[in-house]
């Protein structure tokens, strides 16, 4: 019988590969932990999970835009 193992989460923004910090958080709470280092990751959505070899990659895109 096969044993069922858990994906562990990567989250990438930009080219930065960035560890999962606590598995029993949501995604949200994983980015709010990011934006103390990322501050531009307080406006960021995210896409995903998509599934590369024994991982669920999470996609964080920041919203660019100009004032004025």
């Known amino acids: ?29 994983v980015i709010d932990f990011y934006t103390g280092t990322y501050p ?5 959505n995210l896409e995903g999970p998509s599934v590369k070899e024994d991982k669920m990659v999470y996609t964080i895109n920041t919203k660019t835009g100009t004032k004025g």
């Open 40 to 44: 531009e990751l307080i406006n960021s």
């Open 1 to 29: 019988m096969a044993k069922a193992s858990r994906l562990i989460r990567q989250f990438k923004y930009k080219e930065i590969v960035l560890d999962d910090p606590n598995s029993e958080w949501n995604t949200k709470q």
